[in-house]
């Protein structure tokens, strides 16, 4: 450790006669521009070409399904809740509120269970489904503690980032919004992101190193993923 | 590390003032003193004791106690390295004014009447320092409601009939101002004895976000000027009351958006000292590396956006480039590109990804070529040698009466760097070279900032290779009790299930005390003091905002300069109003 000072007349020369005279300091300003000119774009060209976002990536909410890759403790969880076994394609939610309670800004999340209405010697008698669940997310800041808190892998983030609406209640989505948005990004992604229990796993890459618009962005000299760390080379 | 008064200086002062009580611990050292003794007390401070850098000033209410506000001071001796906090009770809701001591307390002393109605006797100019004039309540107090007083009637957007409304957006507001609000605000900041004044902002894009001047002309030259802050003012502090520790820290990523992950940690390593947390190495290193990627980001965008303001538009594209891959790189391993919220209490969020580092070293190579680049354009280009050299001088002197940290007073030569004289995370086992300026001008406070770049891509070298040798360490102190369990030990094991819940529900419960702690923003001190009461939430938490002290010495620069100057100058202040503000 140790100070460096800067300045003029320190680390940095004043400009020399010759330099004054000659516009030498315009001249090499100029040179590297004219460098740049022959270099390849490096723009990326939205919203003809799209880079896809890293696997973290925190966009719109979704809300999975019942897919056959639920958690180890999914059923013990449902039962806590008394909430009807839902089928394959049926809402993971189980109306814990967990969600909710981690948020920041709770006012975003309205959920609702209803009791069922069915006779007394059905098997389901007793038990809630999942009624409304509601996500205003004009009021969401995209920090990722309520997926953190859900038992069942439930609310996750997916990868969309396009939210715009012309009005506030275009930002309020539903229960159905959300499973759909969440279908979409599994078929699309559920791979990279999960493994067949739900978990997170670590072996996930940093981003998929195959992206073409990625690479124009890194100045069309992409990094190289290799392993994370020097002893597995 | 700690900076707190040593022993025998509180002697000393015990001595000489024997009706001061003294309260010494480990996370917070202060003297209580009386009203009447205050100024007497503080000066003593300042010029036998040599405590003369201003650091901060604020008030806490205590709704049951008589007097109800408390004063809170923290100074700083740049020879001894070391803070002292002085404690009065606001008897008669009010204190005396210390501006005659510092001049940084000026803007503090008119918040703490912004927020608490605390009067300041013998302030110059006691006008509202966030809000307008006119408003008629003061938001921090404890009685105030997190929510406002909802009395404005505004015709919602949303309602359509026969809709069934899911969320039912309310038709009240709290108060806004009106125009005559703003009229009377504006009216009240500065006497006029020109011409003409010449509003610059809210909205203007030099003055790189919503901050309000005000300048009185004389042809071109500035006589007089004022600036009026609020615009951006969210009340991040009244926030902090009604939430846990985790769930605060998104917000601090609000506050200085451009160099979010340095403003989490500097909270979260205020919080872990506070439980008494030791997060793991590799957190710890990881934790360098990214406040470090960040501070590049930041001084890459602060390079674009003030060669654009001189100017030169090309430097702004080219160092956009090189920001879009740090970027890139944040939203790789945090998950979003601005406002992360990547750090955690005990550790980091996750682990990074495969291929990070591989990410960080590529960009590390090149990087040092792009600088040089940049520099070829503007160190000797003499319109930018016109243009900022000698412009906007500070002193030393400016530097403690004016409480200026961070780039802006290692200007003036004074070498203050938290990084330095209180290293938190790994910045102890990192090495690295401090730039200072000679002069104070904002020729200097650039080549001082590009200096810094190429000092934060050597410390990011650094910890990468540290990291490299780190694969299977842990990146979060999960066992301690006050840290929220991985994803994997919830998915395990019922114990970390509960605990999960247990703090995400009631929060942390942190013990009794207080802490003052600093990170070294890129635009200066950011300080973090937590008065906790035993609870899951604090009880008070203030933020000592490096940029809002810088700013304040904007108007003392620019008076007697050309409005063309004022940009330059406020570019190389580097302010951003999401901190200013809070
Ligand atoms: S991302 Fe954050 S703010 Fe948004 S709903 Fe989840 S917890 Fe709340
Ligand atoms: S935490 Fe998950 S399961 Fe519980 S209510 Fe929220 S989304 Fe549903």
């Known amino acids: ?233 | 590390m700690h900076l707190w008064i040593e022993e025998k200086e509180l002697k000393e002062i015990k001595d000489k003032f024997p009706s001061i009580a003294i309260n010494k611990e480990e996370n917070f050292t202060y003297i209580q003193v009386k009203k009447s003794q205050l100024l007497e007390i503080l000066r003593f401070l300042k010029d036998r004791l040599n405590y003369k850098m201003f650091i901060d000033f604020f008030c806490i209410d205590f709704p049951l106690h008589n007097p109800r506000f408390q004063g809170v001071y923290i100074l700083f001796s740049p020879e001894k390295k070391k803070r002292v906090a002085v404690k009065v009770w606001a008897e008669d809701n009010s204190l005396p004014s210390v501006i005659s001591l510092w001049k940084g307390a000026k803007w503090a002393e008119r918040e703490a009447w912004d927020m608490f109605g605390v009067k300041f006797e013998g302030h110059e100019n006691l006008v509202r320092m966030f809000l307008w004039e006119g408003y008629k309540y003061h938001p921090l107090r404890k009685d105030f409601p997190l929510k406002g007083y909802e009395e404005v009637y505004l015709p919602s957007l949303n309602l359509r009939p026969g809709e069934i409304p899911a969320h039912n957006y309310s038709p009240y507001h709290t108060e806004i101002p009106t125009m005559e609000d703003l009229e009377r605000t504006q009216k009240k900041r500065m006497e006029k004895r020109n011409q003409i004044v010449l509003n610059w902002g809210p909205l203007h894009p030099g003055t790189h976000g919503t901050i309000w001047f005000l300048f009185d002309m004389e042809g071109e030259y500035i006589k007089n000027c004022d600036i009026i802050l609020g615009q951006l003012h969210r009340g991040v502090e009244k926030i902090a009351e009604n939430l846990t520790y985790t769930q605060f820290i998104p917000y601090t990523d609000r506050m200085d958006y451009i160099s979010a992950l340095c403003s989490q940690v500097a909270y979260v390593n205020a919080v872990e000292k506070l439980l008494g947390i030791e997060p793991p190495e590799k957190a710890k290193f990881i934790r360098t590396m990214m406040c470090e990627l960040q501070r590049i980001n930041s001084h890459l965008l602060w390079l674009g956006t003030y060669a654009l303001d001189l100017g030169a538009l090309t430097i702004f594209l080219y160092a956009f480039r090189e920001r879009e891959k740090i970027m890139d790189i944040i939203e790789g391993i945090a998950g979003i590109r601005l406002n992360s919220s990547y750090i955690r209490i005990g550790g980091v969020a996750k682990d990074l990804p495969e291929g990070a580092l591989d990410v960080i070293k590529h960009f590390c190579e090149d990087f040092s070529e792009k600088i040089k680049e940049y520099e070829t354009i503007l160190t000797k280009n003499r319109i930018w040698l016109k243009r900022n050299v000698n412009v906007g001088i500070i002193t030393e002197e400016d530097v403690y009466s004016y409480g200026l940290t961070g780039v802006v007073a290692r200007s003036a030569g004074v070498p203050y760097d938290i990084r330095m004289i209180q290293p938190t995370d790994a910045y102890d086992k990192v090495d690295f070279e401090l730039p200072l300026g000679t002069v104070g001008d904002c020729y200097d406070r650039y080549l001082l900032r590009m200096e810094e770049m190429r000092q934060s891509v050597n410390i990011v070298r650094q910890c990468v290779k540290k990291l490299e040798k780190m694969k299977d360490e842990n990146y979060i102190a999960s066992d301690n009790p006050y840290v929220l369990p991985t994803l994997e030990e919830v998915f395990n094991s019922i114990e970390s299930m509960v605990k999960d819940f247990n703090l995400r529900i009631y929060g942390e419960q942190v013990p009794e005390g207080e802490i003052y702690l600093s990170g070294e923003n890129p635009r200066g001190e950011l300080g973090f003091y937590i008065n906790s009461k035993g609870e899951g939430r604090p009880y008070r938490l203030r933020i000592r905002s490096g940029a809002f002290y810088n700013l304040q010495i904007f108007t003392k620069l620019i008076i007697g300069r050309t409005v063309a100057d004022a940009v330059a100058l406020l570019g190389s202040l580097d302010p951003v109003v999401g901190e200013t503000d809070r």
């Open chain 1, 1 to 233: 450790m140790g100070i460096k000072k800067v300045g003029l007349n320190r680390n940095v020369q004043p400009q020399t006669l010759t330099e004054k005279i000659f516009f030498l300091d315009f001249m090499k300003g100029l040179k590297t521009t004219i460098k740049h000119l022959f270099r390849k774009v490096i723009t990326v060209d939205f919203p003809f070409e799209l880079v896809e976002p890293a696997p973290r990536f925190r966009g719109v909410h979704g809300l999975r399904n019942v897919d056959g890759t639920e958690k180890e403790d999914f059923d013990a969880w449902v039962k806590k809740l008394k909430i009807k076994p839902p089928e394959m394609g049926e809402t993971r939610c189980i109306a814990c509120k967990f969600c909710q309670a981690a948020c920041p800004v709770p006012e975003i999340f309205i959920i609702k269970a209803e009791k069922l209405d069915v006779p007394e010697d059905h098997p389901h008698h007793g038990l809630k489904v999942l009624s409304q669940f509601d996500m205003d997310l004009s009021k969401c800041m995209f920090c990722g503690l309520c997926t953190l808190a859900c038992p069942t892998v439930c609310i996750i983030h997916t990868d969309v980032y396009d939210l715009s609406s012309y009005t506030r209640r275009g930002w309020v989505l539903n229960k159905e919004t959300l499973s759909k948005i969440a279908d979409d990004f599994i078929a699309r992604r559920g791979k990279e992101k999960y493994d067949e229990k739900s978990h997170w796993p670590d072996w996930q890459k940093i981003w998929d190193d195959s992206d073409t618009a990625r690479a124009k962005a890194w100045d069309n000299n992409p990094p190289k993923l290799g392993p994370n760390y020097a002893d597995q080379q």
